[in-house]
């Protein structure tokens, strides 16, 4: 396998090379290498990994807003206050600890 590289980030990965001009360049690898991959020193460098969000994280971005409750609750309406309990315990079953 080679690897195309430009300004030192894999730009292609192939079989076979073929010609190209500067500033682009062929360097052999293994199939384990992606176009993530970045290219320095004579070595492959791999992406970095994003860190797994939290449960609290992952709720936080799910749980209906508060301007819903605040809004049933001067309203008296207990419908929709029952709604959002309901809404948060269906996040926090989706995500648990």
Known sequence: MKALILNNKVIEIQENEFEVAPPLKWVECDNTIT?????SNNNFIS???VPELTYQEKRRSEYPSMEDYLDAIVKGD???KQK??????????KYPK
């Open 47 to 49: 992406p970095p990994t």
């Open 78 to 80: 207990d419908t929709q």
């Open 84 to 93: 959002y309990i309901d809404d948060c315990k269906a996040v926090k079953e």
């Open 35 to 39: 176009v993530e991959h970045t290219y």
